[in-house]
């Protein structure tokens, strides 16, 4: 469960809690699979549950399992 968090927190480059689609993005980068923004949004999209267009913990814990 924590590690969970302190990857969410690695993600989430402004500490809003949230992880938008340019952090994806850079998340992506880092990983050495660049995505194009459209990609990221899409991927958004799949995880975000409650529509607000952010990943908040409990969506990317989701994810996760
Ligand atoms: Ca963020
Ligand atoms: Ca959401």
Request: hydrophobic share 45%.
């Amino acid at each position: 469960m924590s590690d969970h968090v302190t990857t969410f927190d690695l993600i989430d480059a402004d500490d809003d809690g949230r992880i938008s689609a340019v952090e994806l993005v850079r998340l992506m980068e880092v990983l050495g699979r660049p995505v194009t923004l459209e990609a990221a949004q899409e991927g958004v999209r799949k995880l975000d549950k409650d529509g607000d267009g952010l990943i908040d913990v409990e969506e990317f814990r989701a994810f996760l399992q």
